[in-house]
């Protein structure tokens, strides 16, 4: 696709339940990030990969947060043990970063995960 | 930990007038960017501007940077109601680690009576 893929679009779980988020960013993007929105908030940076591993994870809130991208292209958010604060705005982008530096980050539309 | 912070947090205004946003941040900087977010969901890259830049226009934006007082000021000019949305900056940092990765102020909150 032309744009960055996030799936799905709406995501409503119970407390303790375990969920996965997808992203298919931009094809030929190595960066990759997530970020986590809540209400009335800008976006949190949760980790970043640049191709397959994830050069910075220190925005995980905790070990219940787990991301991959095995391939170098589609990565997977994961959350065990869900928790009502979880609930936000899930987002991913993806950028080519050719000196290192980030430029324009393009983003997917959100999973709005809901914990109930 | 947020890095850059918007002002005002929410700006109300008449289809026509010009709308002023703020941005101050407090690291040394790569570029600085803003974003357009609509409904909550996905962000719409606006403009960049890197470190060694004043001054940098796209259509009816217009964005400062002063790196001296960590601050950069975005301008919409002859505002219409589409222009309603969120509007973020972000911050790339200057080195290392902070170099590649986005960090993403609080934004502010425009809307364009019509």
């Known amino acids: 696709g032309a744009g960055v893929s996030q799936t799905p679009s709406n995501k409503v779980t119970e407390k303790g339940k375990y969920v996965e988020l997808r992203c298919d960013p931009i094809s030929g993007h190595t960066a990759l990030y997530w970020y986590r929105q809540s209400l009335g908030q800008g976006p949190e940076f949760l980790i970043y990969f640049q191709g397959t591993g994830a050069a910075d994870d220190s925005g995980l809130p905790n070990d219940r947060f787990f991301a991959v991208r095995p391939e170098g292209s589609v990565s997977t958010l994961k959350i065990q043990r869900t928790e009502r604060g979880d609930s936000a705005v899930y987002l991913c982008?993806?950028?080519?970063?050719?000196?290192?530096?980030?430029?324009?980050?393009?983003f997917g539309q959100g999973t709005r995960l809901t914990v109930v | 930990s947020q890095q850059g912070e918007e002002d005002p947090q929410a700006l109300s205004i008449q289809e026509g007038e010009n709308a002023t946003m703020n941005c101050s941040y407090k690291t040394s900087i790569n570029n600085l960017q803003w974003y357009r977010q609509n409904s909550g969901r996905g962000l719409v890259h606006l403009i960049l501007i890197r470190s060694n830049e004043r001054e940098k226009h796209s259509g009816r934006l217009r964005v400062t940077l002063d790196t001296s007082k960590k601050s950069s000021s975005l301008l919409i000019t002859a505002s219409r109601a589409a222009d309603t949305a969120s509007y973020f900056c972000a911050t790339a940092g200057a080195w290392g680690d902070s170099s590649y990765k986005l960090i993403f102020g609080s934004g502010t909150r425009l809307l364009v009576r019509p």
């Open positions: 982008a993806s950028s080519s970063t050719p000196d290192g530096k980030v430029t324009e980050a393009f």
